[in-house]
């Protein structure tokens, strides 16, 4: 398996994105209730290339359009830029080794009552072919009109089922044991309204607009078939804004995800995705999915920004300007947990977030962690409403999340600063097959 | 006066932002907490140089390491565009005629019991400091780091005063007949907790971090002396999401803005700035600032988007693929308010929004329209909390925002698809001098 979202021709950057110019042609236009402006059709051209569709009759008449248009004005490949819904060679849905997108919603929905599993298939259907046509920057007809003019933005939809899915649907059979509730932290302040549900969508985008579009256009689709839950908007770094693509960082200040697993790894999918273990029984529907654990993760920022820098340096446990280990060398140095300091005492502290979450404390169990920062204003007390919706990735949260999560609750230095609102457990089916949908050969197994 | 907020160096852009490699030296850093990154160094270089500092001695050691970079990352002028706090030419506050930035913060706060005058032009000051250094992509003393490695991203801080303030301070003599609280429209349902305050605050940038940093930057400096009234988030569309810059689209679809004043405009001076007739009197402070109305206007988009194309575009009076007027052309065509259809109507109906908001109807008054979107979730009922936080800029309301809202109130057909939530009323005076702070002439005069 391999572990980018690039599309199948091979044009895309290193980054799993594609950019204008990377295509040869264009597929057939949907018909449009709306008019499309020539930019509108530029902005597609190297989306419908990218997702591999059929050089159709339309590319001819799009590529004169080309042909006589201005240079493209430039970041225009911000807007252009496409994640490919499918893959041939990834098996696994884009949004989750996509890189972070600007702009994000998490957004729960509960099947309505006396939907079950053929409704539940029909949604997924229905939600399977708008997230293709909209991540490939095709407009849906009778559309809302807010994504127009932009290309798709690096738009990715994510779809996640949740524990009770499989009861409204009859499917507990097939409920792997990973969807078992996660145990309660001492932490933990959760928000039962603003947890779990029975199906999740993770939506990003690098432009606002064009992320609530999708999230309108898919909520449209949930019809009478599910009904929104709870939604979480976020945030991350505008593409540009740093001189050079960097490891993010979150409300605190911190340099955030240094430690990530990365695809180049030798056992990246095996921690990331299920693998062959799913074997062919009543869990095969998930190998090469995962599943993904999402925190709404508030941060007492009043009480932390009051921290000498010093002291948030030993809470992480890494250097706040550039994050390398407190123990030197540059952001992506190994961290020496066993280097003491002049006072014989760990430069990492033991009790440091860094060390108390690295794989070498934890049997190697690594998760992906994908977030976006969230601000919601100010809360009664005056204090900031805003953290971290904290999204990680894994084959097995029983030997990633939960794990790692019981030793931060037990002895986190971070842990005073920090408040888990809202919690979720989601698998994440691999994409679709070509012409098939998201989870289909769970409901259709 | 001129009309954009272009640097005095002459070196900006048309749209009154600076890139990268628009100067010739820089200022010196002042000192910080954390250490700069090289990265860091090459973003504020080109913000250092359009503020119009003094070169100074660190001007070649930073000149060295750029010339030692790799060639800047594509992107990279969204991080390193600058706005300069005060310009030459233009006298007017950074944020006004602003292009419209990705992300938008409008705070509010009321002075603090015993707070007065002396008080309230501490925090000015201190305020206007702050945000002079951090539109310049400097780093201050202590600070949290979340915006570190940004550049200033198109950075700006507009401060204005509410009517309140001049009760607080002892300065109702000089308040102006403009700062009279807004009449009641019958399609109010206001939340006076969410409206006016003592002090506004618009922040803008197209890096969502780097306008945190600012909020946070900019509350934590308001200490004893005045507290959080309200707070609202924003966004546009990012930088290069679409392939040339064009007007804004709003979460109804609608391309919002074309008929907006240019600053080309003979009268626009005029139009959106306090000019001469502010006198030398009591009212003397305000030459060359500007009165914001900003309204928080919640769409009724479950309604709207049931709306067939061709009735949303009569309610409007323009296409909703290009903006066009119906009466034809393309988005910058003059609409023909005298043209009748086959029917003998009018073909821009006498209730379209666009006819009632028209200078035409209105004894030429106009007001410069720059809003934000904002998307806070969903309501109880399932309907999105999501709509425009309007906010209009000009020389007197009394002549624009509220004879032209009046009339929209009685007859406009977009009015049913509406709801104001909040409003604030602020007088934004010019810019500060250099070594001032914004209001200096009122608080000091």
Same mark, same amino acid.
């Given at each position: ?49 990218? %997702? *591999?569709?059929?050089? &159709?009759?339309?590319?001819?008449? #799009? +590529?004169?359009?080309? $042909?006589?248009?201005?240079?493209? =004005? ?117 928000? %039962? *309204?603003?947890?779990? &549900?029975?199906?999740?969508?993770? #939506? +990003?985008?690098?432009? $606002?607009?064009?992320?609530?579009? =999708? ?231």
């Amino acid at each position: 398996m391999t572990t980018t979202a690039s599309p199948s021709d091979g044009a895309s950057g290193t980054d799993g994105r594609t950019g204008p110019g990377t295509n040869s042609g264009s597929g057939p236009e949907p018909t449009e209730t709306l008019e499309l402006s020539r930019r509108r059709l530029l902005g597609t051209v190297g989306a419908a290339g990218a %997702a *591999g569709l059929v050089v &159709g009759a339309a590319g001819g008449a #799009i +590529g004169v359009a080309a $042909a006589q248009d201005d240079p493209p =004005a430039a970041l225009s490949s911000v807007g252009s830029a496409s994640v490919a819904f499918r893959d041939e060679r990834a098996k696994q849905q884009a949004g989750i080794t996509t890189p972070l997108q600007a702009r994000g919603h998490l957004v729960a929905f509960d099947l309505a009552p006396g939907a079950g599993r053929k409704e539940a298939a029909a949604l997924l259907r229905r939600w399977s072919r708008t997230a293709e046509e909209l991540m490939a920057g095709r407009t849906p007809a009778a559309d809302t009109g807010v994504a127009l003019d932009a290309g798709p933005s690096s738009l990715t939809v994510t779809f996640g089922l949740g524990r009770t899915f499989f009861d409204r649907t009859g499917l507990t059979a097939h409920r792997p044991v990973q969807l078992e509730p996660l145990p309660d932290f001492s932490a933990d302040e959760l928000d %039962a *309204g603003r947890s779990n &549900g029975d199906l999740w969508l993770q #939506i +990003g985008s690098d432009d $606002a607009l064009v992320a609530f579009h =999708a999230l309108r256009a898919l909520q449209k689709e949930a019809g009478g078939t599910a009904r929104l839950r709870w939604q979480m908007n976020g945030f991350n770094r505008t593409p540009g804004a740093t001189a050079a693509p960097m490891t993010a960082r979150n409300l605190m200040g911190q340099v955030d995800g240094t430690n990530n697993p990365k695809p180049a790894d030798p056992d990246f999918d095996e921690r990331i995705f299920v693998g062959r273990d799913a074997g062919s029984g009543p869990y095969a529907w998930m190998r090469g999915g995962s599943y993904a654990v999402v925190r709404r993760i508030r941060m007492l920022l009043d009480d932390w920004e009051k921290q000498p820098l010093a002291k948030q340096e030993k809470v992480i446990g890494r250097r706040k300007a550039d994050g390398a280990p407190l123990t030197g060398g540059d952001e992506h140095t190994k961290m020496d947990l066993e280097k003491n300091g002049p006072d014989g005492l760990p430069v990492v502290p033991a009790d440091a977030h860094a060390r108390i979450a690295a794989p070498e404390s934890n049997q190697g169990a690594a998760m992906l962690r994908r977030p976006f920062s969230f601000h919601d204003g100010f809360r009664d007390d005056g204090a900031p409403d805003a953290g971290l919706l904290f999204v990680c990735w894994q084959a097995d949260p029983l030997r990633s999340f939960i794990p790692i999560q019981r030793k931060l609750d037990r002895g986190d230095a971070l842990s005073p600063f920090l408040r888990h609102e809202a919690s979720g457990l989601f698998a994440v089916p691999p994409a679709a097959v070509a012409g098939g949908y998201v989870g289909q050969p769970l409901l259709e197994g």
